[in-house]
């Protein structure tokens, strides 16, 4: 596959399980080496120079455990210390009320609820002012308050120039808050564009009017595409 994320641009990766959205994260981060190919943060080449290319860069996972004794003031203080951001117990609360937290920040990350920790997890993965930030499925399991909390925070990031490239397979999240979404399956790169843009680019293939009940939706072109089949 061959993307390219703008900057200040919110870019969805979508597809099936098993197709490949997190090993294409997991490349970017340099997890896992690509077999053939190139990768770039901005100018850096992130084989030849990991260190430089992950200061870069920002990560959210799927799940993430912070150290269980320590109270999320105290992880918060941690992090910016393994990132080398000074920061103030002052900044720190600061940045706990940004994000709703200003009342649990004596609280342990164990003891926050699910959209809490993936706040402090955002947070966390951008307090060193990353221009790249990489969201693995950043709002699954979460309720709709809570989903709409954290499309509201990724935004602000958006808006501040960085860009963002996140995992979802919400389609209603896609449409929410990317400018940009790409299908892929089973390792390649099936279709990209804005949400409009895949449906009007589709919404006459005989696989995607197949799957379609009235109107054609991104689900309709999704499912289309990449098959009815329960992945595993």
């Keep these: 596959m061959s993307l390219e994320i703008n900057e200040g641009e919110i870019f969805g990766l979508l597809g099936p399980n098993g197709a490949g959205k997190t090993s294409t994260l997991s490349a970017i981060e340099g997890l896992v080496r690509p077999d053939s190919g190139s990768i770039r943060i901005g100018d850096i080449d992130p084989g030849a120079n990991p260190t430089a290319a992950k200061a870069r860069m920002g990560v959210q996972l799927q799940s993430t455990s912070f150290q269980s004794d320590l109270t999320i003031r105290e992880i918060v203080r941690l992090y910016a210390g393994l990132y080398g951001v000074p920061l103030t117990r002052a900044e ?15 609280k342990r990350f164990s003891q926050l609820s699910g959209g809490q920790q993936k706040r402090v997890s955002l947070l966390i993965a951008t307090i060193h002012n990353p221009p790249l930030v990489l969201l693995d499925e950043p709002t699954a399991g979460l309720d709709p308050q809570a989903r709409r909390q954290l499309w509201d925070r990724i935004e602000r990031l958006r808006d501040t120039g960085r860009s963002i490239l ?35 680019k589709h919404k006459d293939d005989p696989r995607v009017r197949k799957v379609a009940h009235g109107q054609v939706t991104l689900d309709d072109v999704f499912i289309g595409l990449t098959g009815s089949e329960l992945r595993d």
């Design 166 to 200: 996140l995992t979802t397979h919400s389609m209603e999240e896609a449409q929410a808050v990317c400018q940009r979404v790409a299908i892929i399956d089973r390792g390649k790169l099936l279709t990209v564009d804005t949400p409009a843009g895949l449906i009007e």
């Design 92 to 106: 720190i609360d600061d940045l706990l009320a940004d994000i709703h937290l200003e009342e649990e920040v004596s």
